[in-house]
Antibody, heavy 129, light 111 residues
Framework: QVQLVQSGGEVKKPGASVKVSCKTSGYNFKSYSISWVRQAPGQGLEWMGWISTYNGDTNYAQNLQGRVTMTTDTSTSKVYMELRNLRSDDTAVYYC??????????????????????WGQGTLVTVSS | QSALTQPASVSGSPGQSITISCTGTSSDVGNYNYVSWYQHHPGKAPKLMIYEVSNRPSGISNRFSGSKSGNTASLTISGLQAEDEADYYCSSYTGSSVSYVFGTGTKVTVL
């Protein structure tokens, strides 16, 4: 069955960086892209960005450009999200989600739909001095 | 990209129907039939309930239905049950590569 398992919670100081991992299983890793979504305490869901697990293409939310980097490791079927120069308002639960926006075969990539069908369990990142 | 607008809370008695609205713009909800809805219980992962405006994934009750008119999408829950109490978020594709915007979220309370 499809599973996305994220790394454990982190506590960081302002100005530091955090790297959260998302290990996928149960499907062809390179076929489906991944989006990252976060939820700050008492707030709603916020889309952070997307990465193609096929070729590493990314698209980041404008408000995070320059601070966020998403990468993949095909050998371990993992996706990573690194957020730098952390601030207190980056305190949130971070989710990875399988994204149907770019489905890739050996010959081409195309959207199946634009939605998230499987989610990781979430990783709490706390930024505090 | 501004968040899509949802009512902060909606409530209903068991067995009743409720509708949650999700208002965007002609750049997102109004321009694409790529609106999805997620149910989120605190401390758990969000769950896909509706995709592409009105399609239900396998295993989702037909008590959940979606629709769209112009820049506003809607999620209707009929035959409200206690287990439906949760936060609900809409999401829309926004074009320009793969990008999305979420709604502000609606807390559903079963009275």
């Amino acid at each position: 069955q499809v599973q996305l398992v994220q790394s454990g919670g982190e506590v960081k100081k302002p100005g530091a960086s955090v790297k959260v991992s998302c290990k996928t299983s149960g499907y062809n890793f390179k076929s489906y892209s991944i989006s990252w979504v976060r939820q700050a305490p008492g707030q709603g869901l916020e889309w952070m960005g997307w990465i193609s697990t096929y070729n590493g293409d990314t698209n980041y939310a404008q408000n995070l450009q320059g601070r966020v980097t998403m990468t993949t490791d095909t050998s371990t079927s993992k996706v990573y999200m690194e957020l730098r120069n952390l601030r207190s308002d980056d305190t949130a639960v971070y989710y990875c989600a399988r994204d149907l926006g770019s489905y890739c075969t050996s010959s081409s990539c195309y959207p199946i739909g634009y939605y998230f069908d499987y989610w990781g369990q979430g990783t709490l990142v706390t930024v505090s001095s | 990209q501004s968040a899509l607008t949802q009512p902060a809370s909606v409530s209903g008695s068991p067995g009743q129907s409720i509708t949650i609205s999700c208002t965007g713009t002609s750049s997102d909800v109004g321009n694409y039939n790529y609106v999805s809805w997620y149910q989120h219980h605190p401390g758990k992962a969000p769950k896909l309930m509706i995709y592409e405006v009105s399609n239900r994934p396998s295993g989702i009750s037909n008590r959940f239905s979606g629709s769209k008119s112009g820049n506003t999408a809607s999620l209707t829950i009929s035959g409200l049950q206690a287990e439906d109490e949760a936060d609900y978020y809409c999401s829309s594709y926004t074009g320009s590569s793969v990008s999305y915007v979420f709604g502000t979220g609606t807390k559903v309370t079963v009275l």
